[in-house]
């Protein structure tokens, strides 16, 4: 079985700096896109930052210049480098994987559990 595993998160002030980190455990063949999104309360899901597998990569037009993503395709890896938080960036972040093929079977998408972000004004 294929899951991931997120960790990073927590409360920072705004101006401050959070990584957030993902990985897909399991046997994994490939992965198409992994990227992170985000849902504040009474709010929509939304997608942060994704980056395929050809390493082409898109941010929500809120984060560019302050949000990096980076993914290790040998490893199953992606992480988010948040800089210069802001309070409108507190949410519960998620991290999500499309289009897995893994020994135990394709997954057409698979998402974390979901880490909190709180920034304080």
């Known amino acids: 079985q294929v899951q991931l595993v997120e960790s990073g998160g927590g409360l920072v002030q705004a101006g401050g700096s959070l990584r957030l980190s993902c990985k897909a455990s399991g046997i994994i063949f490939s992965i198409n896109a992994m990227g992170w999104y985000r849902q504040a309360p009474g709010k929509q899901r939304e997608l942060v930052a994704a980056?395929?597998?050809?390493?082409?990569?898109n941010y929500l037009d809120s984060v560019k210049g302050r949000f990096t993503i980076f993914r290790d395709g040998t490893k199953n890896t992606v992480d988010l480098q948040m800089n210069s938080l802001k309070p409108e960036d507190t949410a519960v972040y998620y991290c999500n994987a499309d289009r897995i093929r893994a020994r135990s079977g394709y997954f057409s998408s698979l998402w974390g559990q979901g880490t909190q972000v709180t920034v304080s004004s």
């Open positions: 980056v395929t597998s050809g390493g082409s990569t």
